[in-house]
Every structure is written in structure tokens, then in C-alpha cells.
């Protein structure tokens, strides 16, 4: 027994001269040790391939994305708004629907219009199945549905996806390219789809149809594109056809999932830089709080959230000239709770689509983290130079305005989140490492011609 007290004391003895002549350091995890159990539990994980498309419906929907037969007036396409060589955006804080001219950052409003309410988001990745769709959520929906849409009851059938759901709605919106009643179309024509009612959905999109099955190109490649439905049924079937193919295009196009991020979700600790990581730990982490609204496979997508955007525009609904978003969505009940509340967009190739937020209020990534640093701060002070000089004059910072906004602030917002500099610059590095490089030139995607013949790119 005293010989092993001994032995046990000298122990003791030899331990406490090695710590004094050489302090045992504390072990420390690798970054990546301490990174991976935060993405696993915030659910990022590595995207599959998109799902396969049928050429010939991706051939179809690449014409009808770019052909400005769809609208009333023959003068905007969809890629008017989400166009390839702005990153499927446009590049504007507020978008400019019909009636304008040119394309990207350099369109201008035409006589007696007035901006769309909202940014055009892109459509980079939107093929990957978010369940809402728009800033306030009004086109909703799982898998291949049902839908929630403004449409209701009258929304048709045949909708395989949210994605061709979505691509029902801006042909009948009349800002952006349904136009108004008394408008001629380019070529001096009466545009007969600004005749009908907002709520007279069906009947616009059987008019749509008529144009388009009035081109023989047109029918050509809808049998082509769908071989089992007879010619004289294609007009019967309407115009999900069209969105279907739109959707197709759209996912087989923008779909563009191999940034450095998802390289490191597939176990490469080299794609990421040591800033990068540093970033993504305070994204995941208890700090900055980013995953606690932007999480899963999409990093977004998912919910919504009031998050202090200052409000910019004419606004739209029930709160014109302001935007209460999801609150005044057609598709929910009206209440105060969701007053201000906007989709929280997915963030991959977030760094290709300025400018940000609902209203395009922010230019770079980096004003955006500054707001989120410190939202009450950063919505009292807006400086409203960020944006275009034409839309100065409708920015709402007037108090009441702003204290509505804060009362409905969301709570992980309402106190700054003390990042530093030094933390700021590694979030904007992280959330760079979201870009597919092969997202930076999608101008190969517009094609020379399009079936109605009218110019592509103007």
C-alpha cells in the first residue's frame, strides 16, 4: 500500500513540474471539426442533380421565356425581368414591366408608368423546389400540389411543379405584362388581353393560347414538346403546357450547384478559404444567427420574416403606397402578425444577384450584413442614395413608417448582433463561396429568334 502512494505522489510531483516548466496547451478542434456539426444540424446538404427535363420541353421553354408574344402589349418577355446576362434578375432595385425599354440596370419606365412594386428575384436555382414562391408567398405548394394561388379554383390543372405554377401569374398581372385597358400592342394592334377583368384568369390564359397556337412554329414544337396530346387539343389543355415548359427550361438552365460550398458539403476540406469557413461558422454559429432563418439544403426558401427592410415604392395591396408583404398577400388572411414579412430567399449564387431585399434597398453584400449587424440602427439611418436617383422620392422613412416596421421587427433582430468588421468581411467571404462559377456567364442562354419573329434583345 505505501509503495503505491508513493508511486502515485510521484506522479503528482513529475506532473506538476512539467506543467511549471511547460504548460500543457488546450486542445482546440480544427475549424472543420467545429464547422460540420453546425451544417448537419441546420440541414445543409448536398443538392442532387436537378431533375431531368425532356429536351424538347426545354427547347419549347426556351423560346417562350424570351418571346415577348406573351405579353399584352408584344413588348416584354420574361427574361425581360430574368435575363442571362443579369444573372436571371435584372439588376434593378424596383423592376419595370410594360410599356418600358431596354434591358437590365439601363431600362427605363414608359409615358404614365410606374415602377413594379417589388425586385424581380432571380431565377437561378429556383428549380430546386422551394415550397413558396414571389416575396409574399401567394403561389404556394408541395411537390406536384395542390396549389395555393391568387387563381383559386380557377387555377388549372396539369401543373406539374411550383416552379410552372409561378410561371401562370406574371402573364396576367397587368404591371408587368398584361398591360391596360386602351393599350395597343408594338406594332399599333389592340391588346386584347387588357379586356378582361383581374379576376377573369381563365380567360386570359386561354387567349395567350390563341396567340401562340396562331404561330406554326408554335404548334410545331408543342407536339413535338408534348406528342400524346392531339393538335386539337392543345388549346383545350391551355396554358400550363406553356408554364410547364417555361418551368422546364428554367430548371435545366438556372440550376448551377457546384459553388466552393457545395464542393465542402461533399467532404472537400480545400474548397473553402480559412475567411470563408471563419464566415460560415458565424453564419451556422450562436453569433450572427444567419441559419436560424436561412437553413436547409436551399438556405432559405422556407418562411418567412419581418426583417426591418426600409420600404421603397409605390407599394402594392392594402397598405399602398407602403408593402406589408405576406401580410397583405391575396392568398392569406389578413392580420397584423404578418405585417411587413417577406419570403426569406435561398442564398445560393446570392452574390451574382444585387441588388438585395425585397425592394433592391441594399447594392452590395456587404450593406446587407451591415443591416442585419444591427437592424433597428440601420433602418432609423437608411441612406437612400443606395438607390436609382428615379426612386429616391419613394422612399417611406417618415417616422410612423418605421416605428410600424420595428413594432413587428422580428425578435432575433431587435438588438445588434456586435459583429466586428473583421466578422462582417468573413460572412460577405462565406457567402461568396455560395457562387457556381459557371453561373457568372449564362449569356449563352438567349437564343437568336424566337418563333413570333419579334427581336429577342431589345
Known sequence: MTRRINVWCLGLVVLAIGCEGSPVEPVTQSIDAQLRPLLARWGAVPIGPAPTQNPAVVSLGQALMFDKVLSGNRDISCATCHHPTTHAADGLSLSIGTGGTGLGPSRSL?????????????LLDQGLRANYVFWDGRVSGFGSGPFTTPAKSALPAGLSNILAAQAMFPVV??????????????????????????????????????????IPEYVTRF?????DIPTTA?????????????????????????????????RDDEALTPQ?????LLFFGTKARCSSCHSGALLGGQSFASTGVPQLGPGTGPAAPLDWGRGGAPTVPSDSFSRFSFRIPPLRNVELTAPYMHDGVYPTLEAVVRHYNDVPTALRAYDVTQVAPE????????????????ARLDFRLRSSLGLTEDEKNDLVAFLKSLTDPSARDLGGLAPASVPSGIPVNE
Open 276 to 280: 470563408a469557413k471563419r464566415g460560415a
Open 391 to 406: 426612386l429616391r422620392g419613394s422612399y417611406h422613412g417618415d417616422a410612423a413608417t418605421i416605428n410600424a416596421q420595428l
Open 173 to 214: 398581372n397587368r404591371d408587368e405584362m398584361r398591360g391596360n385597358p386602351g393599350d395597343v400592342d408594338v406594332v399599333g394592334n389592340p391588346n386584347e388581353l387588357a379586356q378582361f377583368a383581374d379576376s377573369q384568369y381563365a380567360e386570359v390564359w386561354k387567349a395567350l393560347m390563341q396567340r401562340l397556337l396562331a
Open 234 to 266: 392543345l388549346g383545350t389543355m391551355g396554358f400550363p403546357l406553356a408554364a410547364t415548359a417555361i418551368a422546364a427550361f428554367e430548371t435545366q438552365a438556372l440550376t448551377r450547384t457546384d459553388s466552393p460550398f457545395d464542393r465542402y458539403l461533399n
Open 223 to 227: 407536339n413535338v414538346a408534348f406528342p
Open 110 to 122: 414608359g409615358a404614365g408608368r410606374q415602377f413594379i412594386p417589388r425586385n424581380a428575384p432571380s
